[in-house]
């Protein structure tokens, strides 16, 4: 039979990656999909650029829209990321009856939704097993190993530049900057970084597995999201000490009230596999209902962690290609007819448990007045450290751990604690989740 011909849009990072694993693999991987994959015309803004891959036998363009155009084509395979050319591209990929390809989260997150109507519309596929988690094939855990599970909850280490950060800071204490510098240069982080750093590209990954997960739409806007640029070292020690690690988690749960979709800083338990995921690794824990808690783990970012994905869909696609398109797995995982609105919970109705860490005068009474303060809105205190002073008279650094209470009782207890003559500055508060 003859191979299947693809047009590779980006010749980067997963791009290059995608080329050299199907020109390595390919005689197994035609084994698996039942005929060969090829790409036959390829894509990328400079072509004098040095590749990481070998480019000979493809038709070169820095024209995308030629690949997309080209009738010999099958499927297109979008690696240049963004999500206003991507989308272009892709919405004309699809209108040209081609089969699309996509490690894009930011695309999905944002247009998934119309992507979705469109590739149904025309009855073509659209995949995107490496938009989540790089080389893990979570996607197709939740869509299809999970399928009979009411899932509960889920949470994730999603972003491989931010583990990545956080874990060279916490073990060699190396600086922010540097790590990231690091990131960029081994292909890991997003072309504008602050997506990494900020919790955004989490966020994008978190709509997607909420979606799948629950069968509601994308909803990238209503994502509450922080990022880890204000973790200092002592947070980390501090909460290494209380048997805690800080890790930057994307966390959804199906409540009576809505779905919490939600990326932050969080502490959890040192016994827990997730809070020993470090490096660049990435790992995503799902409870469902059937099956109790499943973890997946593996390298979240990376030009051949990423690349098995995207190949895994393309073996997926080709495997697929003469099925009736009402039979093949729906791009959301619920039939499209099936997709039920559930709001997305607020932050503030959100109930987790919280690491405080504040800077208070050293006199008799200080305790009294913050302790009141937070039980007249409900908190418990779980753990509670005082540091000694450096100095005769300097400040002293307090560190609490709370029981689970609604974020806008904290926000409040907060604001009336900051307004203390005794507190000097503002509370770091860090969420905290056990993950039971
Ligand atoms: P990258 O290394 O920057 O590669 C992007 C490619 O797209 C390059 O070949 C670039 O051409 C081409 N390109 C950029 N702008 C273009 C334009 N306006 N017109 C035509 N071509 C253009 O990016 P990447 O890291 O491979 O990421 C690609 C996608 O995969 C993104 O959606 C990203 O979020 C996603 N992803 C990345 C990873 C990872 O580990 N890197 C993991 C999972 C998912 P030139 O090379 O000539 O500049
Ligand atoms: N920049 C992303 C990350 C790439 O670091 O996780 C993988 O999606």
Partial sequence: MKPVNVGLLGLGTVGGGTVNVLKRNGEEIARRAGRGIEIVHASARDLNKPRICDTAGMQLTNDANEVVDNPEV??????????????????RAIDNGKHVVTANKALIAKHGNEIFAKAQEKGVMVAFEAAVAGGIPIIKALREGLAANRIEWLAGIINGTGNFI????????????????EAQELGYAEADPTFDVEGIDAAHKLTILASIAFGIPLQFDKAFTEGITQITREDVEYAEELGYRIKHLGVSRRTENGVELRVHPTLIPERRLIANVDGVM??????????GPTLYYGAGAG?????????????DVVRALTSDPEN????????PDAIEDIGILPMAEIETAYYLRMQTEDRPGVLADITRI????????EAFIQKEPEEEGA???????????????MEQAIGEVEALDCVVGKITRIRMETLK
């Avoid at 099958?74 to 919405?91: F, K, P, T, W």
């Avoid at 990435?282 to 099956?291: F, H, I, Q, R, S």
Wanted: proline share 2%; net charge negative.
């Fill in 395 to 409: 400040n002293v650094t307090l560190i609490m751990l709370t029981h689970r209470v609604r974020e806008q009782n």
């Fill in 374 to 381: 937070i039980g007249d809105q409900g908190i418990s205190i």
């Fill in 328 to 335: 093949r797995v729906p791009h959301l995982a619920f039939q």
């Fill in 74 to 91: 099958q499927v297109v395979v979008e690696l240049i990321g963004g999500d206003s050319l991507a989308l272009e591209l892709v919405m």
């Fill in 282 to 291: 990435n790992a995503v824990l799902v409870k469902g209902d059937a099956v």
């Fill in 303 to 315: 030009d051949e962690p990423t690349a098995s994905a995207v190949v895994a869909d393309l073996v």
């Fill in 166 to 181: 956080l874990t060279e800071m916490r073990d060699k204490g190396r600086d922010f900057e540097d790590v990231l510098k």
